[in-house]
């Protein structure tokens, strides 16, 4: 078992002139269930199943629009169940782990401020909205992470994983169509249960 903090961001940047956004990262958690499958003393496989929650804020802009240009300045909240499958290496009560993970978007909402500008005007609104439809469902990347064993099954583990997938790119309209890509980094706290005999 794991559970913890993570700290969520967003690559940004398409590099074509017509999309531009910033992201700022918060923080977040993660609980999951992993299985150790011992190949020998040294290494082992480690799936997982892993329900991650994300928050960041977000500023995106759009330029070039027929009718005009697009700006939303909002929080983003992202929640993915996610299956990684790592190769450890064990160092003694260290370890050492990478490998991909495979991820699903369960839920999104978005919270704040848009403006948009035609050639007959201008609008500002407010929203408080479930996003999941303006979002890319699967998401798939690599990770690593490290961990330390401590005494009577407890230990420590970090993680990174950046996802590969750009989570805008649906078919359905999104109000912001430039390239966004997870980055997440997580620590947390592990209890391995003893091993039968």
Do not use: C
């Amino acid at each position: 078992m794991l559970a913890g903090a993570g700290f969520a961001t967003l690559g940004t940047g398409d590099g074509d002139g017509q999309h531009r956004a910033t992201a700022q990262g918060r923080a977040g958690y993660q609980a999951s269930l992993f299985y150790q499958f011992r190949l020998n003393n040294r290494w082992a496989v480690v799936p997982a199943l892993q329900v991650s929650r994300q928050h960041v804020d977000l500023t995106a802009e759009t330029y070039g629009i027929s009718d005009g240009g697009y700006l939303g300045i909002y929080r983003l909240g992202l929640t993915y169940l996610t299956v990684p499958l790592r190769v450890r290496a064990t160092l003694g009560k260290f370890y050492l782990e990478a490998g991909p993970q495979l991820g699903l978007l369960v839920g999104a909402r978005e919270t704040g401020t848009e403006y948009g500008s035609t050639y007959v005007g201008g609008y500002q609104r407010e929203f408080d909205r479930l996003a999941t439809d303006r979002y890319r469902r699967f998401d798939a990347g690599p990770a690593a992470g490290a961990g330390l064993q401590l005494p009577a099954g407890f230990g420590l583990a970090v993680q990174a994983y950046a996802g590969l997938l750009s989570i805008t790119h649906v078919p359905q309209s999104t109000s912001y169509a430039g390239s966004l890509y997870n980055r997440v980094v997580q620590a947390a706290l592990t209890y391995k249960l003893p091993a039968r005999r």
